[in-house]
């Protein structure tokens, strides 16, 4: 830190954080009673998907419907990647960009989409220009039609965000059934060296900022497409 | 039994009528009014300005008034919820505190004691016409009613009970609120009275005449035929 | 009066007159409600997510110090540099050192309500640097030098031709009515500013304190390339934003999605643990976390009111508020309005020039009712009534209420008065519209009601003594 720097005010917050909570305040939602507070276990509040795998994949495809996401599932990678070659000539792709992890690479080398890797350092105009970005991911969350990506899983921050076209592809044993389920997914994967990014993809980019009407598109990807594999062999 | 009635001092002065009807309506049940005629006001007024030790001056003489009474019925949800939610609290860690409490809990508002104390929803009423109902905001959020006052109307023989989209929004009175910001708590007025125009009502019906004041008060300078009546009215009708 | 609180009138006034401007806020929130029914309607129990909800930031406010010390810990051993300032001047200065230090030449912004309050943005600007908001209600608001209306959805009040206009007239675009061209004009401008940008700020919803990470909500993906492609990324962070664990947000990021805007989650929530880690192929540099205080330690030394501080700024308040519908952001004339701005703004601001904002309520509780975390904001409002006359009573107030009292504990007086109101009211009558009316703020607008030829006490004591009913 140079001279000119400010200087954290730990010591004085913390100091009157200290003096205020000598006072203790009513237990929480003490003036709405009705629940008596119990524990802030998460609880079964939040949507119910099934126990089954099918269960999953129902829930997760209803919901990406709803998001205007387009949600497919492959038996075989090869099948995904069969897709895949029909909608790079539909959208002519010039070149995809992807990172360095076998499954999305797999699938765009199957298909036949010529690709480069952002792993290799890439120019923010360059990206900016791609047609599409091809990712893996960390999860997908049936309860919500979300995909976990991360700057580990889908090739740092800005390829799963930066090009309009978003497509992710995950196997069956990534799809969990809940935001509990996936946050100890991770933290099983991770410990304590969780990737500098996590994020919650549910839906494309959106906005009602213009009279409260949805544009898909604000500013990342106007549509992701997320591929779910059974068997990635 | 002994009903105990608190008719809070605006319906005292500007609509008698309404606490009239109450009389009516709980001595046709079979029950027994009893009016303690020294009882003059909750203490609202200056409580919700933030004068509270004033509210508290007041509201020790009512508290003392109805310290024998067995059940008290509130002419208000306003005043009921005085009674019910804030006496405990503005007599919160001083000598009152416990007959605070004990006031609370053997208060009711009008609707809530007939459906909730009594159980009962039909009282034998008549009154022909197209009704809309107003939720009172104390009534509906402090004391938690809803669905009691609309068991009571839909119960009445030739009511037609109709809902209208802003049933639960404030109609803009909040007691000293209503002078102190006019503009607003008209442009609030405006929206409700619209809404019960759109209904085709002949009668806007609340558990609140301070409501009633302030809709009617509204819909008259309109020139609209809209009547408002407090819920006791409709009861009491045959 | 304040200031503040004058200015607050009058803008209230010429807000309530314009019928059409809130007729359409009505209209745009109709969607907001009929699709937060449906979204809520999924929850199983959605009462008692609200009671967890509440516990999780009660347990994390009321712990505040430990969970933040253990968030500066885990956010550091990440690589994160963590800044603790005491109030917007320690904050703007930190943030305009970095600026110079680091030789940042071009800043873009996500959402963040905290830099408004610190005046951020004035403050680059006045020492020469240019700010972009990303975020597309933010720049339209920017571009048109307004305040925010509204702290979720910036641009609320704003028709498409009016923001046609501000584009037409600052971006140089053509002239359209269609949403999606709109959108695609602030995307097709904010691109280059993203890519362009050395140094990236942004707000957080949430600091979780078990593993020392940021998130962030949102609908946009602003946010995401704000936090991706400059090589600095400053967070500005409230200190009330913590939580204890990265479960919680299992439970808390639906409710803000929910409450703030009608979905389950918004499409990225994001969470960031540090700067870029070994082996990551992109992401900034260095990563600056500023927690600000700026009077938050005051309202939680207040026990009563100790819980605003669970505020996840969702919104919900201001969209369920008759008052915040009628008469708008704008006349707030703060950062942070509806009744969550009505309740912190005196704590943060002062209470006797702020205090207007918790007297403009009906109390009416539908606030309370919405609020995700069970914050008691409408009792709120009337304890800071009540606070505000302990501090200063208003003489002639205070004169009114002693002589209602008096009126009040004698009922033979009270009684004699009963006699007199029939007459005051047809003194009245004679006076009604002029400047000599009493309750010329009561009938400008409304009619009153007819004076009762009999007062109830009148017709009991009758009755008592066998007359007529």
Known sequence: MSEGAPRSDAAAILGRIREALRLPAKPAGAAAPGH?????????????????????????????????????????????????????????????ATHDAPLPRALLAEGGVLSWNVAEGYDKQALEAAPVGVTGCEALVAQTGSVLVSSRASGGRALSVLPSHHVVIATADQLVADLPAAFARVTAAYGKDLPSLLSFVTGPSRTGDIERILVLGAHGPKRLTILLVDEAA | MKVTLF?????????????????????????????????????????????????RAVAERTLRVFRDAEVVVAGSGSCGTMFKVFYPELFHHTPFEAEAKALAAKTYEFSEFLVKKLGVTDVGARFD????????CHALRELKLKEEPRQLLRAVRGLDLVE?????????????????????????????????????????????????????????????????????EILASR | MSTAASTFQHDATAAAADRPRRDFIRFALSGYFAKRRVTQDAYGDWQAARQAAAEIKFEAVNHLDTYLEEFTRNAEARGTKVFWASNSAQARDYILNLCREKEIRSIVKSKTMTSEEIHLNDALEHAGYGVVESDLGELIVQLRKEAPYHFVFPCMHLKRDEISATFEEKLGSAP??????????????????????????????????????????????????????????????????????????????????????????????????GPRQPGEVDGPEEFHIVLLDNHRTRLLADPEQRDSLHCIRCGACLNVCPIFKNVG??????????????????????????????????????????????????????????????????????ALYRGFVFLMNRPGLYRLSGKFSPLGLRLQAVVQGTVLDPLRAWTKTRDLPPAPPKTFKQLWAERRAGGPR
């Open chain 2, 129 to 136: 016409g197209r009704v809309t109902f107003h939720d009172g």
């Open chain 3, 176 to 273: 359209t009515d269609d949403p999606e061209e709109l959108t695609m004009i602030a995307r097709r401008h904010l691109r280059q500013e993203f890519c362009r940008a050395d140094l990236g700020i942004s707000g957080a919803n949430f600091l979780i304190a078990e593993t020392g990470t940021l998130s962030i909500t949102e609908n946009e993906g602003n946010a995401r390339l704000t936090a991706a492609l400059p090589r600095i990324h400053v967070a500005l962070v409230g200190i009330e934003k913590v939580l204890p664990k990265l479960a919680d947000l299992a439970l808390l990021l639906p409710m803000l999605g929910t409450a703030g805007a009608a979905q389950l989650l918004t499409a990225y929530n994001s969470l960031y643990g």
């Open chain 2, 7 to 55: 008719v809070p001092c605006f319906v005292d002065q500007l609509f008698p009528h309404a606490a009239v009807s109450m009389v009516e309506v709980i001595e046709r049940l079979g029950h027994t009014v009893d009016y303690p005629e020294e009882q003059t006001c909750c203490g609202q007024p200056p409580f919700n300005s933030g004068y509270w030790d004033q509210a």
């Open chain 2, 164 to 232: 209208m989209k802003e049933a639960e929004t404030c109609c803009g009175f909040g007691g000293t609120f209503a002078v102190k910001f006019p503009q607003i708590s008209t442009a609030m007025d405006e929206v409700k009275c619209h809404s019960i125009v759109e209904t085709g009502a002949d009668v806007v019906v609340s558990n609140d005449s301070s409501c009633l004041m302030q809709i009617t008060g509204y819909l008259n300078r309109h020139g609209q035929a809209v009547r408002g009546m407090h819920l006791a």
């Open chain 3, 329 to 398: 952001g704008h006349t707030y004339g703060t950062t942070y309005q509806g009744p969550i701005g009505s309740v912190i703004t005196p704590h943060l601001r002062g209470l006797q020039d702020w205090k207007h904002l918790s007297n403009a309520s009906s109390l009416c509780g539908a606030c309370t009712e919405t609020c995700p975390v069970k914050i008691d904001l409408h009792h709120h409002l009337l304890q800071n009534r009540r606070n505000a006359v302990a501090q200063k009573p208003v003489g002639w107030e205070k």
């Open chain 1, 36 to 96: 008596a507070p119990g524990s802030a276990e998460i609880q079964p509040w939040l949507p119910h998907v099934g126990p089954t795998f099918d269960d999953r994949v129902a829930a997760f495809a209803a919901q990406a419907a709803v998001l205007r996401a387009e949600f497919f599932r492959f038996p075989t990678l090869a099948a995904a990647a069969h897709y895949v070659r029909d909608l790079a000539a539909q959208e002519k792709w010039d070149r995809a």
